[in-house]
């Protein structure tokens, strides 16, 4: 027999996960996510520093951020799993002019949206909260005391997990080898009967009938197909008939999207991070710090710091080895901001490398394809997916049952903002 859903998730990662989660919440439980490896989190959500933080420049991604972070601070509770949020902060330390009004419009926008409690900090300030921080360059800087980390694998499980007691099924080692799509067809109502209504088509919208052409006699010709829809999914583990399919498979994306006949905008792009051994000389606890010089940032893992910084000179493709010529680099800059990591100890072996999902914008996509019914991406996170996934699931699941979402103005994040030239700007990108 064919097996059957009313929606199909493509990649068990965070953000896939928190879309069945959220789908679930709902009432629909017809679900089956379908993960490529035999595990959950193989892809960046393992990879991720796991920082969340409402300090951004844009207003939809402060949006994005509010919630995900108010979600964050509750999630133990409402989803019954642990979520190991961490408020300890972010911290971004400006060296320039330029760098403190940067800020401080930021600061101004995100006290309009809500985020109140972004605090302006002096140098002295700064010192305190890591006093072997170089300061003689630092200016000031924002700090938010809300900001901070959470253990990625942990709410993946947590939305996951709370998911399948509802009845969404995972498919782990399946791998998605193709999508198909039909045209349009007159009279066919396509829903499942148990499925949403916003789940169910109706003939009334499947032509485009102010554009039926006519032939040289002036006779109707055929109606002009206004789209292709999903039909189903193809897998190693046999063919899915379903009318919805959620792209969330991160840096693969544009690969799944293209199985559907459909275009995104997104590539991936190699992230590394370097590890200490275990490094007493710092504070046992302080907030993620940003360099706002170089880029690089730091904060503290276990016993040890976890190192960061993006390399400019990166390119994109699916490179996913540490390369150890990394490590001076990034100690390099470590050493120059905080003179005492000249002393700590790192071993290549323990660094990794994962995969941004970057778009032209960095801004994710969400929404649906505008050429295939029944496509919906949540893609393109370019290095925030861990800590927007709430509000991702949430969106991308109000799209999928109600056809819109009242939490953010998700136009803006829309595939067609770059045909359209409605390209976002964000700049706070770590």
């Known amino acids: 027999m064919t097996e059957t859903a009313d929606v199909v998730i493509i990649g068990s990662g965070i953000v896939g996960s928190s879309v069945a989660y959220h789908l679930a919440q709902a009432g629909c439980t ?36 509010k919630y995900s972070i108010d979600f964050f601070s509750k999630f133990d509770e409402v989803v019954g799993h642990p979520a190991d949020y961490r408020a300890h902060g972010y911290l971004f330390c400006a060296t320039n002019q330029n760098h ?21 900090v ?8 890591v006093p072997q921080l170089r300061v003689d360059d630092i200016l000031g800087g924002t700090f938010c005391p809300t900001d901070g980390f959470v253990d990625p694998h942990s709410v993946m499980m947590g939305f996951m997990l709370n998911a399948r007691e509802k009845g969404v099924r995972l498919w782990l080692d399946t791998q998605v080898t193709g999508i198909d799509v039909e045209p349009h067809q007159s009279g066919r109502n396509t829903g499942s009967a148990g499925a949403p209504p916003a789940l169910r088509s109706e003939a009334a919208s499947d032509f485009d009938v102010a554009r039926v052409p006519t032939n040289a006699g002036g006779a109707p010709a055929l109606p002009v197909l206004r789209a292709r829809r999903v039909s189903g999914v193809m897998t190693t583990r046999g063919f899915i008939s379903t009318r919805v399919v959620v792209n969330a498979a991160g840096a693969w994306a544009a690969q799944i999207a293209e199985m559907a006949g459909a275009e995104l905008p997104v590539e991936p792009l190699r992230r590394q991070l370097v590890p200490t051994e275990p490094f007493d000389q710092l504070p046992k606890r302080f907030p993620m710090v940003i360099d706002m ?38 100690l390099t ?24 999902e970057m778009t032209p914008d960095h801004h994710a996509i969400i929404g649906p394809a505008p050429n295939v019914e029944g496509l919906y991406f949540v893609n393109g996170f370019s290095g925030h997916g861990v800590m927007h996934s709430p509000a991702s699931g949430r969106v991308t699941a109000d799209f999928v049952l ?9 136009s803006q994040l829309s595939v067609n903002r770059f045909a359209e030239g409605r390209s976002l700007e964000e700049t706070a990108i770590l």
């Open 122 to 129: 002096t140098p002295d300030d700064i010192v305190k909260m």
């Open 30 to 65: 017809n679900v089956l996510v379908l993960e490529r490896e035999a595990h959950q989190g193989k892809g960046s959500t393992g990879k991720s520093m796991g920082g969340v933080r409402a300090q951004f420049s844009t207003p939809v991604n402060i949006q994005m951020s």
């Open 100 to 120: 403190l009004a940067y800020l401080k419009a930021n600061r101004e926008r995100q006290n309009t949206l809500g985020v109140t409690n972004v605090e302006w």
């Open 402 to 410: 109600n056809g819109h979402s009242d939490l953010i103005d998700a």
């Open 333 to 356: 800059r470590a050493a120059s901001r905080v003179p005492v990591l000249a002393e700590a100890g790192v071993n290549p072996r323990r660094a990794w490398a994962g995969l941004y």
């Open 293 to 330: 010089s170089t880029g690089f940032h730091f904060r503290r893992e276990g016993k040890g710091i976890l190192l960061a910084w993006n390399d400019p000179k990166e390119t994109p493709g699916f490179k996913t080895d540490f390369d150890p010529t990394f490590v001076e680099k990034i």
